[in-house]
Each structure stands twice: as structure tokens, then as C-alpha cells.
């Protein structure tokens, strides 16, 4: 039942993720973090197996910082995408497939503000905007319809916080909180938690 949303507007990228920690019907607590940083200005959320999502995710993380250490520079977004991708796919190809679903994010000198889509079948493609979990099948056409590529980052808030409204209103599943990143050329930003009294009616 976990949930991830991002776009990307004007100059800077937008992660958010629920903040529940749920194992079944079960609810541990609501401050879980689901969000790694990958680099200065790249982040990724993941969701999926609990046991597998903080496996994978640190594996991803430490080898990027190894590759760092050993040539002196970053992987570009589009480098940390692309070779997160090819540690799943050769993963989904073993005895020990990865159950994770994933969204990259960050900001390059050269190649701008970019937002991965990655699912657990290690398909990837760079996107606008893109969510994961059940609370797509609610959000994606909110998105379709609301989404511009000029947004400021308060539009993106707002915008954020009807999507979250309408999950509200129709999910059968409650989303208490929800943690909200932006990726852009200064680094990565956090916003405080938006709880569920935040949330907004969506208005035609």
C-alpha cells in the first residue's frame, strides 16, 4: 500500500513518498523514511519489500559512493539511472530478484533536472511526472490534467497536496503523512511532512 509521486518543473524535480511503515494489515509507525540520496543532487525513492528496498537501496547507494572515491567525480542522473536499472536487471535474471520500485531524481551542470521511472522489472524511462503504487491508479489522470512543465515549486506543493485530497476522497487505504524532497542546481531540499489536514479538495 506504499506510494510515491514525482515531477519535475521549472529548474527542480519533486519527490514525495508516504511516510508509513506497514507490513500486511499492519501499521508500524509514520515517520518511515523512503527516500535515499544517491549523490549532491540526486536522490531516489524506493518502495516495495521492506527487507529488499533497504538491501538494494543501500547496495546502490555504497557503490556509488565507491565510484566517487575511485575516479574523483559523480555518475551524472542519467549514469545513476541507468546503472541502478542494470543492478536490477541482472538481479530479476538470479535466484535473488529485487521487489522494488523506484524513482531517480536529480539535477545536472549539463544535462538539467531529470525524473527516472524505474519499476521492479527493471524497465526505465525518463518521464515529467510519475507515481508509483495503488495511489497512481488515482493520481496519473490528476497529473495528465494538472501537470505543467513551467510549474513554480509552490504550484508543485499544491498541486501535490490535491493529488494527495483525491487519495484522500477514493483510496480505501489512509496516507497520514507524506515526506516531500526537491532536487535542483543548489542541492536537495526538504520540506516539512505534509499531514493529512494539509490535503486539498481537488476543484475542476
Not at 523512503?34 to 547507494?61: A, C, H, R
Not at 490528476?142 to 508543485?156: G, H, N, Q, V
Request: a negative charge; charged letters at 20%.
Amino acid at each position: 500500500m506504499e506510494f510515491s509521486i514525482g515531477f519535475q518543473g521549472d529548474n527542480f524535480v519533486m519527490l514525495a513518498t508516504d511516510s508509513a511503515a506497514v507490513h500486511s494489515i499492519v501499521m508500524f509507525k509514520q515517520d518511515h523514511e523512503k527516500t535515499i540520496k544517491l549523490g549532491s543532487n540526486t536522490i531516489m525513492s524506493i518502495t516495495g519489500q521492506s527487507g529488499d528496498t533497504t538491501q538494494f537501496g543501500e547496495y546502490i547507494q555504497k557503490n556509488l559512493q565507491l565510484y566517487k572515491i575511485k575516479n574523483g567525480y559523480e555518475m551524472s542522473t542519467h549514469g545513476m539511472a541507468n546503472y541502478t536499472r542494470k543492478q536490477l536487471a541482472d538481479a530479476l535474471r538470479s535466484r535473488g530478484p529485487y521487489q522494488v520500485n523506484s524513482l531517480i531524481a536529480g539535477y545536472d551542470k549539463n544535462e538539467g533536472c531529470g525524473l527516472y521511472f524505474m519499476d521492479y522489472l527493471a524497465s526505465m524511462m525518463k518521464v515529467p511526472f510519475a507515481a508509483h503504487g495503488y495511489g497512481s491508479y488515482f493520481v496519473l489522470s490528476i497529473l495528465d490534467r494538472w501537470y505543467r512543465p513551467d510549474m513554480t515549486k509552490e504550484e508543485a506543493v499544491t498541486l501535490l497536496k490535491r493529488c494527495m485530497g483525491e487519495l484522500k476522497t477514493r483510496f480505501i487505504v489512509n496516507l497520514p503523512a507524506i515526506n516531500v524532497k526537491f532536487v535542483d542546481d543548489e542541492g536537495i531540499h526538504e520540506l516539512p511532512p505534509i499531514t493529512e489536514s494539509e490535503y486539498e479538495k481537488l476543484t475542476l
